[in-house]
Structures are given as structure tokens and as C-alpha cells.
């Protein structure tokens, strides 16, 4: 059985105190905590092979390259891809969904042309789509939330016509937790030949992905999600469709020849990973990802499926709680409001006693116009909280609103 407790001293920042209070950090939506063995694999990088990749024949330049390389073999095994061309290293989600939807639009849409996403995303799953259809004359259509936190699938049926080229959703909704019915998107997609981008922001770190056997055309994630380092993400893509795709940027690494006449294009990964890349950063990933498959994905699943019951029993008990996102089946993330408390005030009290949440939009200001809301607070776990933050966070919140009402 897999030592929670004992996981917890592999985070050094875990032992630290906020206004002489132990650190209760329940903000892991918004980024994790790095585990030593991450933050050892960059120390070692820049301590003793520091160099660039792809470039130099000498020793610590292989090194640096045999390292990068590893990591994204890792990668490939950890969602299953076929093969590790199909790891394309990007900054982030952010990123990866603006190098799709400027490579992708850019070969498939034609004007009148759409594209499907939900009220559900995240900012960073809008406003590339929105780019790139005043790029190229399309449009965008959302399949609407309903009351409990779900997609109203009904709606999708509906949206999909002749003209739409991809549908892009997230796996798990970082404000409100749900975790979507993926394999019914992608087989209502397939069945009209529509490919699907799937934000895995939140649920790489949640739960076990398998590219090849869900059928995933494209997904993308962040490191800093998944106790890597920030600035650095992945894109995956099925090998046929990334190679008919343009290259995003160009410049070095990413050519095969370059001449005023004519230029032409590596193949995958390096089209689309022009410049130097962030080589600590993929390092730190390729160590992130090994020490999250040592614990096992699946035993976090259930860690943090046993704290989000615990955290929300509790939650209820509390007179004037209301949990926005209520979906049956959700990832470890909890936003709610009491009374008419703004989220604001009760995240401030809450920092005070050391606890660490969220509050706001969460880059998800179309699902606060959905509810009428303001904002949410929004406590959202990893696998190195426990019950006793649990316990610490819910009586930091009784006494957050005694003080407040
Ligand atoms: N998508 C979802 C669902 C997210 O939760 C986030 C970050 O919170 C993002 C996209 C954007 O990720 P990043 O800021 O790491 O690019």
C-alpha cells in the first residue's frame, strides 16, 4: 500500500510555515509543488551538463540531448502514444493550443468553416479558437453547461454539422471538477470524421491517459501541473495528423535546409520545437513523470478520490455552502461560495491561517456568467494533502465566516 504520509517529506515546501502557520496548500489546480527528485534532476542539469541540445558532437551536449530524448520517451510511455515523434515540446497548454489552432486552422479552415468547444474551458482553450477563426472566417460553437457542472451532450449532437473541422474540450474542468465523458465525444466526433483536441491541464496529474486506446487526436498539457517545472508542456498529436500540419515558428532546429530560395521543414517533433528549447524544463518533466509513475497514477486516483468525499462531507455541513459543480463523477476540485460572502474576502482569512486556495474566475469567466457568480473559491488537491488539511481548511473556513458575517 502506497505510504501517503511518508510521500509527503518528499516536498520540501510542505515543511514550510505562512504567518507562523504550517502551509496547508490546497491550490494544486493553479500549479503543484515540486518534489526533490525534480528539483535534483535540474540542480544535476545545470551542475554538471549544462549545454544545448541537438547541436554540439561533444560529450555534454549528448548528455543534455540523451536526457531531453529520455524524457520524451517517458512522456510517450506515460500517455501511450505510438511513437515519441508524436511529443512535440511547447511552454505550456497555452502553448500547445495556440500552436494547434494557428497550424491546424491554417490547413483546414476554410471561411464558414467551425469549430466546437464548451462553455466549460478555460481561457486558454478560447481565445486561440477565437484568433484563429478571425484568422480565417469561421466561427466557434459551445456546447452549453448545464445546472449541475455537465456538458448538455444532447446540444453537441445538434452543433455538429458539415463545416466543423475539430472539437477541442477539457478532460476535467478546473473550476468545477467535472471530469467529461471523453470517450462519448470522441466517438460522436469520430462518427462524423471529426477530429478532437482534449486540454488535459487537469487531468494528466488525476488520471491514467491512453492516447492509442481512447483514440485521442490531439492533447495537451502543462508541466506545472504534474509537479514539473513551470514553462514547460506537451503537445501530442497522431503522427499522420501532426505531419500534414505547418510549421508555428520558425528558426533553428526546426529546418531540414535553409536557403533564400527554398527552405524545408524537419520532420516530428523538431518542425514544430523551433529555437532552443527549455531543456531544464523538459528535463524536470522527464523527472516528474517517473516519480509520478512510481506511485502509480492509479493509486493518486484513489487518494484523491477518498479526500475530495472527505472535503466535500465536511463542506456540506457547513450552514450557507453552495458547491458550484456537482457533476457525479469529478477530479479532486471543490469551488463554492457561503451566503453572499465574496469568495475574496474568505480566501484572504484563509491565507492568514496558512491555507492556500483559489479564488476568482479561474480563467473561466464564460462559467461564471453561466452560474451569475462573482467568482468561487476553490480548494483543489494532490496526492500529498491528507485528511488533516482537510480538517485544518475546514475550520480555518468556520472561522473565516464567524469573522465575516
Ligand atoms: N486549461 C486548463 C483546464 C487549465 O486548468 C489551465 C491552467 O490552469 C490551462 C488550460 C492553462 O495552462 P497554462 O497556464 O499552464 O498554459
Known sequence: MTDFEKIRNDFPILSEHIYGKPLVYLDNGATTQKPAAVINAIKEYYESYNSNVHRGVHFLSQKATDAEEAARSGVQRFINAAHSSEIIFTKGTTDAINLLAYSFCKKHMQPGDELIITEMEHHSNIVPWQIACEDRGGSLKVIPLKDDGTLDLAVLEKLISPRTRLIAFTW???????????????????????????????????MAIDVQASDIDFLVFSGHKIYAPT?????????????????????????????????????????????????????????????????GINNIAAHEAELLDYAESELK???????????PHKAATISFLVGDIHPYDIGELLDKQGVAVRTGHHCCQPIMDRYAIPGTVRASFSFYNNKADVDTFIAALKKAISMLV
Request: glycine letters at 12%; zero cysteines; charged letters at 10%.
Open 172 to 206: 476535467v474542468s478546473n473550476t468545477l471538477g467535472t471530469v467529461n465523458p471523453v470517450a462519448d465525444i470522441i466517438s460522436l466526433a469520430h462518427s462524423h470524421n471529426i477530429p478532437v483536441m482534449i486540454d488535459a491541464a487537469q487531468a494528466i496529474q488525476h
Open 231 to 295: 514553462g514547460i508542456g506537451v503537445l501530442y498529436g497522431k503522427h499522420a495528423l501532426l505531419s500534414e500540419l505547418p510549421p508555428y515558428q520558425g528558426g533553428g532546429s526546426m529546418i531540414k535546409s535553409v536557403s533564400f530560395n527554398e527552405t524545408t521543414y524537419a520532420d516530428l517533433p523538431f518542425r514544430f520545437e523551433a529555437g532552443t528549447p527549455n531543456i531544464a524544463g523538459i528535463i524536470g518533466l522527464g523527472a516528474a513523470i517517473k516519480y509520478v509513475s512510481e506511485i
Open 317 to 327: 455541513q457547513i450552514p450557507g455552502i453552495r458547491i458550484v459543480g456537482t457533476a
